[in-house]
Nanobody, 123 residues
């Protein structure tokens, strides 16, 4: 199984930037993709951005395209989510997840999940 250390969440001003990080350990060699999800109260968990190891492709949901960027540091077994131009709808808990299948922005089939990191919008 995969272990996660998620960090970078916090309190930021509207329109500000924030960088989330997810460091993994364990059986990372079985990964095909890694993704950031989020879940707001009363809503289903939704995929935000996904990184695909086979070709370094990235995918993001329409609402964050041009604002969020997912990237990977293979040496550090870390995936990042750079968040800019944030809005109140981006305020929620973000989760890191890994899968042995190609990228997707729904949580079905993802094998391992982190505990989440809270992103809060101030003022």
């Amino acid at each position: 199984q995969v272990q996660f250390v998620e960090s970078g969440g916090g309190l930021v001003q509207p329109g500000g930037s924030l960088r989330l990080s997810c460091t993994t350990s364990g059986f990372t060699w079985d990964f095909y993709s890694i993704a950031w999800f989020r879940q707001a109260p009363g809503k289903e968990r939704e995929g935000v951005s996904c990184f695909q190891f086979s070709d370094d492709s990235t995918y993001s949901r329409d609402s964050v395209k041009g604002r969020f960027t997912i990237s990977r540091d293979k040496t550090r077994n870390t995936v990042y989510l750079q968040m800019t131009s944030r809005t109140p709808e981006d305020t929620t808990v973000y989760y890191c997840a890994t899968d042995r299948s190609p990228c997707k922005l729904f949580d079905g089939g993802f094998d391992d999940w982190g505990q989440g990191t809270q992103v809060t919008l101030s003022s």
